[in-house]
């Protein structure tokens, strides 16, 4: 029987292949938040007077082709995603196995992970809410309209779907990825949480000061809840769940108050 055995790359290869993920997805989206953020403090407008528009209608007059391309704008950002799982699967620090283990990016323990994820759901929303509301308060953050999209009979479920996107790209990579990759590179742990924690702030710095903050904070407890059952899943829950209470939730709402 002939074994195959699969020498350890040299860690240049292990960071050139970071940063092509980076590039090609949130790191890329890092660098064109922090021009946004320069583009909004050099307006003549408070940064509070601004606003920040999520899932954006292309074509409102023709819903047909606006759905169209809502489905396009959250199948193309997976691709990434899908990069990740197949280099995870050339080579890993812990021998050959399924990449969706590795990263706990699967369905083994259904009921443990919803619970989890709906916790930390629970423990993160209200408190990012409030962060949001007092950043706008101060100046500090940009109105977020978290949905703009037509009233169309699609909407609620791409805004869940769109939701559910946010969540898988991020936790796979910010978690998943770049978790095994800087240990493969001998990164200390606390330093492994905040710089993936910082690229995650980064890349909502078009929000607003509060949006980095916000989701800076949510990365180091991401990241801890990580190193702690060593599975993305409940962290996708958490993440899904908190942006389909944004989403929908700014659907519903937006038009009857006005502290939104």
């Not at 064109?32 to 601004?50: G, K």
């Amino acid at each position: 029987m002939i074994r195959l055995t699969i020498a350890p790359r040299p860690r240049a290869w292990i960071g050139a292949e970071v940063l092509i993920v980076l590039g090609l997805s949130l790191g890329q989206s890092a660098i064109y938040s922090i021009l946004s953020i320069l583009d909004r403090l050099t307006r003549p407008e408070a940064l509070s007077q601004q606003s920040s528009q999520l899932n954006s209608s292309v074509t409102p007059d023709r819903p047909w082709l606006d759905l169209s391309y809502q489905i396009v704008n959250i199948a193309f950002p997976l691709v990434p995603v899908a990069l990740v799982l197949y280099l995870l699967a050339q080579r890993n620090a812990i021998g050959i196995r399924s990449p969706f283990r590795l990263i706990g990016f699967d369905l083994h323990r259904p009921a443990i992970d919803l619970g989890l994820g709906a916790l930390l759901a629970l423990c993160i929303g209200i408190p990012g809410l409030g962060l949001y509301l007092g950043a706008r308060a101060l100046g500090l953050n940009t109105q977020v309209q978290a949905s703009g999209l037509a009233d169309n009979w699609w909407t609620i479920p791409v805004l869940v779907l769109s939701a559910t996107q946010n969540a898988v790209l991020e936790e796979v990579i910010m978690l998943g990825f770049l978790y095994t990759r800087f240990r493969q590179l001998n990164w200390a742990w606390p330093v492994i949480i905040i710089v993936s924690a910082v690229i995650r702030g980064s890349y909502h710095l078009y929000q607003g000061f509060g949006g980095f903050a916000g989701n800076l904070i949510m990365g180091v407890i991401f990241g801890l809840v990580y190193l702690k059952w060593r599975r993305v899943m409940p962290l996708i829950i958490t993440h899904t769940l908190l942006d389909v209470s944004a989403f929908v939730g700014y659907a519903l709402l937006a038009p009857h108050v006005s502290w939104l």
